[in-house]
């Protein structure tokens, strides 16, 4: 898919768009505008979101591809769905389910998880986590090891700051599984970083 | 462990970047996929495609027949090669004329397989199980996201796969449906 939509265009830097609001009565209005299928609305709304969209599809797959290819289906779905947003939760808390959504149907019917790639190295790459140290370098890798549902919980709970119950809402899953794959998790990154000295 | 180790790591999870900036700009791709059709001049192309199966099943049949040999007794059609109506999901079910074109071919399949050597009919109905089983779960999976371009592609990449899978019977090569036909 990526390679397919790759193809579209090699001038959209000629249409970038402002991307930062003065406000958030702006960004507001963007998705009301967008919300009537405007498409320069939508895309400041993905310049002002598709760095937190990414890092969290990144972070949950592991995986530059796949996470390019998530934030695409995401921002997709998200244009199609967006009349349904009502604003009940912040714009970026609904993009993130969605994007979650987006994670969760792409790995669980392409079943690529054997194909992934070690993006340990890609993850602490500094243009892209440019603020992570040698020891959250270490981290970032030993998550991206992580089994998918412990992976998943780890990210949404510890990086992203979800509860057990918002976690388990998004992810499709009870409280209690949350709470014992982030258990899982833990001990599982312990186990990797304490022989690397993370704990000392 | 211990709880202040957990407490540590934790903390240093929770200093991981949230935003991080994707190598290349995505917004092409996803500006394609919004203004994409979402089903133009699908089911003219889906009728022609069934049109030109049916035609390799006839051609493939005569071919046989010409050069077959005596054949012991016809076994039975396993009776799980059934082909499922198709559709898009629940937005894009496909049309009338395809589904009797595809009908057709089916009931031509049904005749000329019985007519193969077993083991020759067990590979191509083990092969169009697959297919169909494939186009069987993105279906249902369009069910849930009927707007889900990847699945559109994937559903069209196994309607392809299915088509090709007959053509190789006799030697046909050009593709008949591409992305856009949806």
């Known amino acids: 898919m990526a390679a397919l939509l790759t193809t579209y265009s090699s001038d959209y830097s000629c249409d970038m768009v402002e991307t930062h609001p003065d406000t958030a009565a702006d960004e507001a209005a963007w998705i009301r505008r967008a919300q009537r299928a405007d498409a320069l609305a939508f895309e400041k709304l993905y310049r002002l979101h598709v760095d937190k969209v990414y890092g969290l599809c990144l972070r949950m797959t592991g995986n530059v591809s796949e996470a390019e290819d998530c934030t695409q289906d995401a921002f997709i779905q998200a244009w199609h769905k967006l009349t349904k947003f009502r604003g009940d939760s912040a714009f970026s808390t609904w993009l993130h389910r969605v994007a979650v959504n987006a994670v969760l149907g792409r790995m ?4 690529r998880e054997r194909e992934r790639v070690d993006a340990a190295a890609e993850l602490a790459a500094p243009a892209r986590a440019a603020s992570d140290d040698g020891e959250l370098r270490d981290l970032a890798a030993a998550i991206e090891r992580l089994p998918e549902g412990a992976r998943h919980v780890f ?3 510890a990086v ?7 976690a388990g809402d998004m992810l499709g899953i009870a409280t209690g599984t949350s709470k014992a794959q982030l258990h899982r998790a833990r001990k599982l990154l312990m186990a990797e970083l304490q022989p690397q000295g993370f704990t000392e | 462990m211990t709880d202040i180790n ?16 994707p190598q290349r700009d995505l917004w092409p791709g996803i500006a394609q996929a919004m203004h994409a059709p979402q089903r133009a001049g699908w089911a003219p192309m889906f009728a022609q495609a069934a049109a030109v199966v049916l035609l390799v099943g006839a051609s493939s049949a005569i071919t046989y027949v010409a050069v077959r040999e005596p054949q ?3 076994a039975q059609i ?4 059934v082909f499922e109506r198709a559709s898009f999901g629940s937005n894009h079910e496909l049309g009338d004329e395809f589904v009797d074109a595809r009908n057709a071919l089916v009931a031509a399949m ?3 397989l019985e007519k193969l050597l077993p083991t020759t009919r067990a590979d191509v109905e083990a092969n169009l199980e697959l297919i169909q089983e494939a186009i069987y779960e993105i279906n249902q999976a369009l ?3 009927p707007d889900n371009t990847l699945l559109q592609q994937r559903l069209l990449s196994a309607y392809r796969e299915e088509l090709t899978l007959l053509r190789r019977v006799s030697g046909l090569t050009r593709d008949i449906m591409m992305r856009n036909d949806i």
């Open chain 2, 143 to 145: 069910e849930q996201e």
């Open chain 2, 110 to 112: 049904n005749v000329e």
């Open chain 2, 72 to 74: 012991p007794q016809l």
């Open chain 1, 160 to 166: 992203y700051g979800y509860s057990h119950d918002e």
């Open chain 1, 155 to 157: 990210v949404l709970h």
């Open chain 1, 108 to 111: 669980r019917k392409a079943k």
């Open chain 2, 6 to 21: 957990d407490d540590k790591l934790l903390q240093a999870a929770a200093q991981l970047d949230r935003e991080i900036s």
């Open chain 2, 78 to 81: 396993a009776p799980a090669l």
